[in-house]
């Protein structure tokens, strides 16, 4: 379902460039989680945001099924994005004027697939039903986290991408929101990509890949 080819990515540093991606292949099938290791500065956060369409690739491909992202506008990628990506990053990004049902319904809403019933299912196994009228500001970390991955989930999403989604948590609530992400990505029948630093967390997942000096190894 993911198909990344050759890519690669540099930035500039003053006169010269910094190669970060030197030619990444990875694929991610449907239902399958990966998770995504290296040390700091390896180019993780780089590859996600390539995969998100966030930012434009020097060179190579990421392919979601007939579609090449890599080679569509700034508006196309982003509509690619809202419609079928689920995206949890370290910031989790909720919209402070709106309350914890609104966020959640927010993106599957503008993508024209909002279903109640999948949402109710995801408010109750998240344990958010008691949070539905606070504001992100009047919630915990752990509480944020468990909105931005319901959100995530609610547009039903080929892929939900999620940079180190855990760092702020407990360890007892990072196993606890892991396994739930993994039950619920492996109904929905989504890929599933994680970047973590935590071998614990990586091993709870099908298979580890590792980004080291530009490549996947
Ligand atoms: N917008 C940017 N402009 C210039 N350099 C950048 C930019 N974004 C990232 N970099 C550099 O690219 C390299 C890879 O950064 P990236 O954030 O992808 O690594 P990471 O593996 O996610 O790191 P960490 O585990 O510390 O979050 C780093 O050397 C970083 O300084």
Redesign the pocket.
């Known amino acids: 379902m993911l198909s990344v080819r050759a890519l690669q990515k540099s ?3 003053g006169p010269d460039r ?1 190669s ?1 991606l030197r030619g990444v292949d990875l694929d991610v099938a449907p239902g399958e989680s990966v998770a995504l290791t ?12 390539l995969i998100a369409g966030l ?1 434009a690739a020097d060179a190579g491909e990421v392919r979601f099924g007939d579609t090449l992202i890599s080679q569509l506008s700034d508006a196309g990628r982003a509509a690619f994005r809202r419609d079928h990506l689920g995206l949890v990053f370290q910031q989790f990004n909720l919209i402070p004027s709106l309350s914890v049902a609104d966020n959640l319904a927010f993106q599957s809403r503008i993508a024209g697939r909002h279903d109640a019933a999948w949402q109710a299912e995801l408010i109750e196994r998240l344990g958010l039903g008691s949070l539905l009228k606070r504001y992100p500001e009047q919630l915990s970390g752990g509480q944020q986290q468990r909105v931005a991955i319901g959100r995530a989930l609610a547009v039903k999403p080929l892929l939900l991408l999620a ?2 989604p855990t760092g702020n948590l407990d360890e007892a609530t990072a196993d606890e929101v892991m396994s739930l992400s993994r039950d619920l990505v492996s109904r929905t029948g989504c890929g599933f990509l994680m ?1 973590t ?1 935590s071998a614990r967390l990586a091993a709870m997942l099908d298979r580890r890949v590792h ?1 080291h000096a530009g490549l996947i190894a």
């Open positions: 930035y500039r540093s910094v970060v290296g040390e700091s500065g390896s180019g993780k956060s780089t590859l996600l945001h930012d940079d180190e970047v630093h980004l």
